[in-house]
């Protein structure tokens, strides 16, 4: 049974699926909700209850295996230390793998039973079924599980992979799978570091300033080198062999992309989320050695810490007007992205063939597109796919709803493409996504099976004995399910090279690319077939003869040289991406003609042409200058932006003279400081400070701008300018050494206790006093009598920050009557008030539109984050659910000298920046000691003297904040 809601209707109307208009292009129509699961999808498709509880709970990743069967990986467990077990489902003996199967065909699962329980295993993310071997991602390590003889128990454990970071924590280890080439994929998360050596003894190091998020990720830190002499970055999408060696990062630099998908091309399509509240989620096509630019290129600074002035959040949160960085992609705004998946199956209906599928848990839906080539890149035109939302609703979605909003509760955390070709979406099924927390106490968890309407679907029988049945698997939608055919018939050799040869001719595209890996990995018949596809109509196939060449012939240069003048930019962009690695001297020549075919906009080639120069912009900058530039003030766009890209010190010169010229836009200035100020070399500190005598307008103010963000990072070893104006001081040294006077007494064991108490007071009442106390306090350098004096006085501190943080290590007179958020979330709140509430008592740290400070988390668009209660529970519980890059930290230096702040970068230069906006600028080798403290700096509201009803006010203020006119 369905309801429709018509485009006429007046209860819905947008309710939009989509039908081929041509073989690349959709339209939108209808959608229907199905009443059987409250899902709304496309009208030729139906969604059934294919299972639930209590044949499995919590399900964080899917996988299926040549029987059809789904594999389920359950974190019952997880967070245990935000989500008490009392009260709720937890599995003392570890979490679980489940397989559920549909033995009587008819669409419903009747079994479910345990593969494996292992106190090894705390919230596992990720699950592949590849033969007989059940591989599970659970930081630290990749676990294999073998099941030798086919009684779905493992009887092997081992331990593939070690070494990453992230234990219970879901910016972590993700799925491995296994790709069109027969080797495995798969990716990590921020929680570094990741520290991981092979099989063969290469040892990967990828790290970032990130931490936090979890009492397990205490440290991590950037600027770590691999053994391949490269520096990855957060967040990394890698291929090993199967045999676990040939580990190699194929992307880096992003926040946490839950999962990694290729399809049959061997396109990287993943999603990533942001730091909340900045709508900044992505889908993304990641190019091979792209770097996503979540952290500074080392990894030692956050985005906050490297925003240029007039900078846009989503443009500065990804670094997107950094030379080197890949574009975003499809930014979907707020959310919380999980699995993501790619139909290549004809069996759902030719038209969802080639579709991208991207879970977002935190907005109820499942996001489709259907990628089109765009230059070197691709454009992600997004469909809301499936959802338990009206179509309206889905862009106001909250990561957080009420018990009674069950329809919010559809919480999509990974999607697969099964035997039978449907689509299976695995739902964790909780109010609540984010803040590292749960509120479904059962553990409770659906499975949806997506198939045609009116079709009956059904998983095949493959025989992996024969040819045959070898081929059918390697057609089989379902990604894992191919390997077994890729290897058998691998195996083989060249007596399959006629058959898989066969595959060259049919219609779907996705199978021709399978049989072109394939061959390629068959001996000499199958190579040379593959070297004929480098002529194929299709440029998909020839990118992807040209890819499985690379894996199999160590000289590809013939190759290159060959499709160095493709018509497509996307084959040029794998001939690009092919040569970064390879000396200046063999590729010249096809460097040259790539570069020369750049167009001016394409940024995914720009940044391909940049990868495949890497480490040789100094003598190519001279032949690219010669073939391509002229006069530095006439510079076309194609060549204004190589020479951003590549920024070698041989350009410094033209770089100045185009950063101060008069006669260029504003943008064309702005991109040659941009180049000026990404060059490590004292020549371009001295034409920043030439530049500081412009009187172009703008141009000062933008040197100063370089200089004084780049004097604390890149440029902390060069001499600046004398007449460089200083930022403001924040703190005045003359209170710095009164403070350090009474700091000194008090640690004295001459001093009377008479006069410590007198010290201590008065320390307690200043700021930077207050922050000496505190450091004093974490290193129990202080006496119980000390901080029982200290108590009395310090809460009334004229810091925010000192009063929050004090309340870790002192008592505060009197205590506060606890707020009830049931009793406040039933007062009605008046909106007017709440506004007076916030400008009176937020602002100092919030900023709504244009109104406030950027300290705290913007509020601007708040309203379409949270409901009611949620949004009670960040107010009055703000440590609870901490966003990352809001911990506070205190660092005491070796002079005694304290500063307080929000860590924007970790490097040779500490940065923080304090709770008034100002920047404090610390040598790292001048601390003796941080702390990281777990409390929000946000005071509770009672701290503030707001009662329930002002917190009535407040919220109903708030929650109608929900566009970016607020």
Not at 188 to 205: E, I, M, S
Not at 460 to 480: M, R
Request: aromatic residues 8%; proline residues 5%; charged residues 25%.
């Amino acid at each position: 049974m369905k309801v429709k809601w018509l485009a006429a209707g007046l209860l819905f109307t947008g309710i939009t699926a989509f039908t081929l208009k041509n073989d690349y292009e959709l339209k939108l129509e209808e959608k229907y909700l199905s009443e059987e699961t409250n899902l709304y999808l496309p009208e030729d498709l139906e969604a059934t209850l294919w299972a639930e509880s209590p044949k499995f709970f919590n399900p964080t990743n899917m996988d299926v295996d040549a029987k059809g069967r789904i594999w389920i990986t359950e974190a019952v467990n997880y967070r245990l230390y935000n989500n008490k077990p009392k009260g709720r489902l937890t599995h003392p003996e570890g979490d679980r793998v489940v397989i559920l199967e549909d033995k009587d065909g008819d669409g419903k699962a009747e079994t479910s039973k345990v593969f494996v329980q292992d106190k090894d295993l705390v919230a596992p993310l990720g699950i592949s079924v590849i033969g007989n071997k059940t591989i599970v991602s659970c930081a630290p390590s990749v676990i294999v599980y073998t099941d030798e003889n086919g009684d779905d128990k493992p009887d092997k454990k081992e331990v593939f992979l070690t070494g990453f970071g992230g234990l219970d924590h879901d910016h972590s280890l993700h799925a491995m799978f296994a790709g069109p080439d027969g080797k495995y994929y798969f990716n990590a998360g921020n929680a570094g570091p990741h520290v991981v050596t092979d099989k063969a003894g290469w040892t990967l190091r990828s790290g970032s300033n990130y931490t936090g998020g979890s009492p397990y990720n205490k440290e991590n830190k950037g600027n770590m080198v691999s053994d391949d002499g490269k520096v990855w970055v957060g967040g990394i999408a890698m291929r090993v062999n199967p045999d676990g060696t040939g580990l190699t990062v194929l992307g880096h630099n992003f926040r946490n992309s839950y999962e990694l998908t290729l399809d049959s091309f061997g396109n990287m399509w993943q999603n990533d989320n942001d730091d909340d509240g900045n709508k900044g989620v992505r889908v993304s096509y990641l190019m091979e050695g792209g770097n996503m630019g979540y952290a500074s290129a080392d990894g030692t600074r956050r985005w906050q810490a490297d925003r240029r002035p007039d900078q846009e959040i989503i443009t500065a949160h990804w670094h997107q007007e950094d030379p080197g960085v890949l574009p975003l992609g499809d930014n979907t705004g707020a959310g919380s992205p999980t699995g993501v998946a790619f139909n290549e199956s004809d069996l759902l209906g030719e038209k969802y063939r080639g579709m991208l599928l991207a879970c977002e848990a935190g907005r109820n839906v499942v996001l489709g597109y259907r990628p089109e080539a765009k230059g070197a890149g691709y454009a992600l035109n997004r469909l809301n796919f499936i959802t338990s939302l009206r179509e309206g609703d889905v862009e106001d979605a909250k990561s957080r709803a009420n018990e009674d909003e069950k329809t919010k509760w559809f919480r999509p955390s990974d999607v697969v493409i099964g035997t039978d070709g449907a689509i299976y979406v695995a739902d964790w099924y909780d109010s609540m996504v984010g803040g590292h927390r749960m509120t479904d106490t059962t553990g409770t968890g659906r499975i949806y099976r997506i198939a045609p309407k009116g079709k009956k679907l059904t998983s095949p029988k493959i025989n992996l004995k024969n040819t045959k049945g070898q081929l059918a698997a390697l057609l089989n939608p379902a990604v894992n399910v191919r390997n077994a055919g890729f290897v058998l018939l691998q195996a083989k050799g060249d007596k399959v090279v006629k058959d898989v040869q066969k595959l060259l001719a049919d219609r779907n595209p996705y199978h021709r690319a399978r049989a072109t890996w394939l061959l390629a990995n068959l001996g000499p018949k199958g190579v040379a077939a593959v070297e004929n596809l480098l002529k194929d109509n299709d440029p998909n196939i020839r990118m992807t003869a040209f890819r499985a060449l690379r894996q199999v012939k160590p000289d590809i240069l013939p190759y290159a040289q060959q499709l160095s003048k493709d018509p497509s930019a996307t084959v040029r962009r794998e001939v690009a991406v092919a040569l970064r690695d390879m000396p200046l001297e063999k590729i010249q020549n096809i460097a040259v003609d790539l570069a020369s075919q750049y167009d001016g906009q394409d940024r995914y080639y720009l940044e391909a042409v940049g990868l495949a120069l890497t480490g040789k912009e100094e003598k190519i900058y001279p032949v690219l200058q010669a073939q391509l530039g002229g006069e530095p003030l006439s510079w076309n766009p194609r060549f204004a932006d190589l020479a951003w890209r590549l920024h070698p010190t041989a350009a410094i010169p033209a770089l100045k003279q185009r950063a101060g010229g008069a006669s260029l836009t504003d943008d064309q200035r702005k991109k040659a400081f941009v180049a000026l100020g990404f060059i490590k070399d004292q020549k371009a500190v001295d034409a920043m400070a030439d530049l500081m005598a412009s009187d172009v307008k703008g141009v000062k103010d933008q040197a100063i701008w370089w200089l004084n963000y780049r004097k604390a990072n890149e440029w902390s070893n060069f001499n600046m300018p004398a007449n460089l104006p200083a930022p403001p001081v924040a703190i005045s040294p003359e209170m710095q050494r009164r403070m350090l006077f009474m700091k000194t007494r008090l640690l004295n064991n001459e001093t009377a206790m008479a006069d410590k108490i007198t010290a201590a007071t008065a320390m307690a009442k200043d700021k930077v006093g207050g922050e000496m106390l505190i450091g004093l306090a974490a290193e129990k350098k202080l006496s119980p009598e000390i901080i029982a004096e200290v108590s009395k006085v310090i809460f009334t501190n004229p810091d925010q920050a000192v009063r929050v943080l004090a309340s870790d290590y002192f008592k505060k007179p009197g205590g506060n009557t606890p707020l009830s958020i049931p009793k406040i979330a039933k007062m009605p709140g008046e909106v007017v008030k709440g506004k007076a509430v916030f400008q009176s008592k937020c602002t100092a740290c919030h900023r709504v539109g244009k109104d406030g400070n950027d300290i705290g988390p913007e509020l601007t668009v708040i309203g379409k984050k949270f409901e009611k209660n949620g949004l009670l529970d960040a107010i009055v519980n703000p440590s609870a659910g901490m966003a990352f890059g809001y911990e506070s930290w205190l660092i005491t230096k070796k002079d005694g000298t304290t500063a307080s702040g929000f860590l924007q970068a970790d490097g040779e230069t500490v940065v923080l920046k304090g709770m008034g906006g100002q920047t404090y600028n610390i040598k790292a080798a001048d601390i003796s000691s941080r702390k990281q403290f777990s409390t929000s700096i946000m005071p509770e509201p009672t701290a503030l003297g707001l009662n329930e009803k002002d917190l009535a006010n407040l919220s109903a203020y708030l929650l109608t904040l929900k566009t970016d006119q607020n």
